[in-house]
T-cell receptor, first 110, second 112 residues
Framework: SQQGEEDPQALSIQEGENATMNCSYK?????LQWYRQNSGRGLVHLIL?????REKHSGRLRVTLDTSKKSSSLLITASRAADTASYFC??????????FGAGTQVVVTP | NAGVTQTPKFQVLKTGQSMTLQCAQD?????MSWYRQDPGMGLRLIHY???????DQGEVPNGYNVSRSTTEDFPLRLLSAAPSQTSVYFC???????????FGPGTRLLVL
């Protein structure tokens, strides 16, 4: 079974709104990463948060990590139509094996 | 740098045929991985390698073989293609186990 599980599976918002998606995992991790995939394209790395970090920012992205709850969240602020994509979390164990969740499909309408 | 490259972009096979999906990276990365992506399933790890000569199985290794004779190349072999292997295959690489992973553009495989 997959290590990361995203919630919700799909999200539809209007431009300017914030989008929040969550990721839960099952075992101990070294780090957790978020990726974006535009339709028909490869995955693009967004942000990496290490197991000893609790929050990280990158532009309009904010990621939190709660290792006690084995969960992470990705917040996209002031969303744009160009943010329409699927977003995946991936967890890395101490051996470097990276496992992905099923993703959240985000649609941002103008 | 070209990053991670994959060939072919698209392939149609008949059941029972074999083929090799090519993956190469020019970033001198030690870690390389193969994933398959099916609708609603996200990415599932097939095989990965932590350096030349070292490979290990991922979540769904059956029906696939890999080898890592050089740092740059990590081919994925389908021994006897089955319709269940119809998928999009992504190769990825990274410099270390705590580093960002870079993905190739993917290979769309259709097995009839």
């Amino acid at each position: 079974s997959q290590q990361g599980e995203e919630d919700p599976q799909a999200l539809s918002i209007q431009e300017g709104e914030n989008a929040t998606m969550n990721c839960s995992y099952k075992t101990s991790i070294n780090n957790l990463q978020w990726y974006r995939q535009n339709s028909g394209r490869g995955l693009v790395h967004l942000i990496l948060i290490r197991s000893n970090e609790r929050e990280k920012h990158s532009g309009r992205l904010r990621v939190t990590l709660d290792t006690s709850k084995k969960s992470s969240s990705l917040l996209i602020t002031a969303s744009r139509a160009a943010d329409t994509a699927s977003y995946f979390c991936a967890v890395s164990d101490s051996w470097g094996k990276l496992q992905f969740g099923a993703g959240t499909q985000v649609v941002v309408t103008p | 740098n070209a990053g991670v490259t994959q060939t072919p972009k698209f392939q149609v096979l008949k059941t029972g045929q074999s083929m090799t999906l090519q993956c190469a990276q020019d970033m001198n990365h030690e870690y390389m991985s193969w994933y398959r992506q099916d609708p609603g399933m996200g990415l599932r790890l097939i095989h990965y390698s932590v350096g030349a000569g070292i490979t290990d199985q991922g979540e769904v290794p059956n029906g696939y073989n890999v080898s890592r004779s050089t740092t740059e190349d990590f081919p994925l072999r389908l021994l006897s293609a089955a319709p269940s292997q119809t998928s999009v295959y992504f190769c990825a690489s990274r410099g270390g186990r705590r580093e960002t992973q870079y993905f190739g553009p993917g290979t769309r495989l259709l097995v009839l």
